[in-house]
């Protein structure tokens, strides 16, 4: 499984590259902020709801730091998926170094 960083995915959204965002934080936290676009399936959920992803899509996953997406990245890895990574110190890191208007938490 490969990180990107914010700095990376950010720079690949501004050249309309759209990998497909995993939000996989709790229903709170995404009423706090999120990336547009992104898919939300909740870590707990992410065994139930596997099949409502593309094995051959690219998949960036984040959470808050970065720690849950990583276990969802190995986990969705280990089944088979191909082209998948972790946003590097998670949405956290995106609003410290991106887009300092996010809402921190």
């Given amino acids: 499984m ?4 914010p700095q990376e995915l950010k720079a690949r959204l ?3 590259e759209r990998p497909l965002l995993l939000d996989v934080r709790q ?9 547009e676009h992104a898919i939300h399936i909740p870590i707990e959920e992410i065994e139930l709801r596997v099949e409502e992803l593309g094995r051959d ?21 280990s089944l088979g ?9 998670g949405l956290d890191s995106w609003a ?4 300092p208007t996010m809402r921190r938490y």
Wanted: aromatic share 8%.
């Fill in 14 to 16: 501004d050249r309309n």
């Fill in 57 to 77: 899509d690219e998949i960036v996953v984040y959470c808050h730091q970065g720690v849950r997406s990583a276990a969802v990245a190995e986990y969705l890895t």
């Fill in 81 to 89: 998926f191909q082209n998948v990574r972790n946003l590097v110190g």
């Fill in 27 to 35: 229903d709170w936290e995404t009423r706090l902020c999120r990336l």
């Fill in 2 to 5: 490969d990180g990107i960083t």
């Fill in 96 to 99: 410290r170094s991106v887009d």
